[in-house]
């Protein structure tokens, strides 16, 4: 060990494409978890930029082009955009290079078992369903694991 703080973001999460579209297309699990990020100012949600670009692309593709804009508009100021190669996987990238353990997704060739042990290897990340994420991720313990102090609550609206 190094003198490191063996868990330095812990507030930084990836919401995945599918994840991003179905909270403002669908609701449930993913606007679940969104929410919990969009309750806490000091939760950060990581993201590239094509993986901001897809979710506005199905969103417009599904709904409509201005729900998308205005969608893409609101997203912008709370996503800390880093850079993706080309190759890699926009939300394992983002992950990656925005060093943020949670990933949330519903591509179930990220979420399943074997995939979680390959990431692990690779990476400090752990990529859950939204009903994994909301299960098991409690805003209180990284809230003092993340500050030292004791955890105030949520300090926005989560649909304003």
Known sequence: MTGEDPLPNVDRIVADADVLAADVLVGGPSRAALDVVR?????????????????????GTVADRSLAAEWREAIDPLATV????????????????GEA????????????AAAG???????????????????????GTAYE?????????PDRDPRA
């Not at 806490?40 to 990581?46: C, I, Q, R, T």
């Not at 993201?47 to 901001?52: G, V």
């Not at 850079?83 to 926009?90: K, L, R, S």
């Not at 949670?102 to 990220?110: F, I, P």
């Open 39 to 59: 309750a806490h100012s000091w939760l950060g949600l990581v993201a590239t930029e094509p993986l901001l670009s897809d979710a506005e692309s199905v969103i």
């Open 82 to 97: 880093v850079e993706q190669p080309e190759t890699d996987h926009p939300a394992l990238a983002a992950a990656y290079r």
């Open 101 to 112: 353990p949670h990933v949330v997704s519903l591509d179930e060739r990220l979420t399943g």
């Open 117 to 139: 042990a390959e990431l692990r290897a690779a990476m400090d990340v752990s990529v859950r369903s939204p009903e994994a994420f909301v299960s098991v991720f409690d805003p």
């Open 145 to 153: 694991l993340r500050f030292d102090d004791e955890y105030p609550g």
